[in-house]
């Protein structure tokens, strides 16, 4: 039988900080993503608002096909320096700049000149994976529905 135990504690004027009892920090860490200054130093944000163009005309299809969400993390320098959502599971289909409102089914970690050379067609996607240019976690074959609408797009 579970029991419940209030552990409050009770304090009493004059029980305040002593002097000198605290010590100053220093300056605080860098947020895990920090936000961008100026998105327009990647190449990849023209492609990403291209991209998402095409999913908002063409997102009913793309939904009833690829039935997933994926997040993208470009990185730059081993850091993330912004990420991309494609959700292509839910009501028309949507692509946003920043992490997935909801659990995305597979997340890509991409450095930025990768990811260009992904989408322009100079490198194939599973041998750059099994080479470890970029991560991939969760659903590791939904990538191939990602290539796919990669390509619908490069068609459009």
């Given at each position: 039988m579970w029991k419940r135990i209030d552990h409050q504690l009770k304090i009493k004027a004059g029980d305040g900080p002593q002097a000198?009892?605290?010590?100053?920090?220093?300056?605080?860490r860098e947020p895990a993503m920090p936000h961008p200054l100026s998105l327009s130093e990647f190449h990849t944000v023209p492609v990403f608002e291209d991209i998402s163009q095409h999913v908002k005309e063409v997102g009913d299809q793309l939904v009833k096909k690829v039935n997933a969400i994926f997040q993208l993390d470009?990185?730059?320098?081993?850091?993330?320096?912004?990420?991309?959502?494609?959700?292509?599971?839910?009501?028309?289909?949507?692509?946003?700049?920043?992490?997935a409102r909801l659990p995305a089914d597979?997340?890509?970690?991409?450095p930025e000149p990768v990811f260009m050379d992904l989408i322009l067609g100079k490198m194939n996607p599973q041998k750059a994976f099994l080479a470890g240019k970029f991560k991939v976690s969760g659903k590791v074959l939904l990538g191939q529905k990602l290539e796919r609408v990669f390509k619908d797009w490069a068609k459009w």
């Open positions: 000198g009892q605290f010590k100053e920090l220093g300056p605080g470009i990185t730059k320098d081993g850091k993330t320096v912004h990420q991309w959502t494609i959700d292509l599971k839910n009501g028309s289909g949507d692509m946003y700049l920043g992490p597979t997340v890509f970690t991409i």
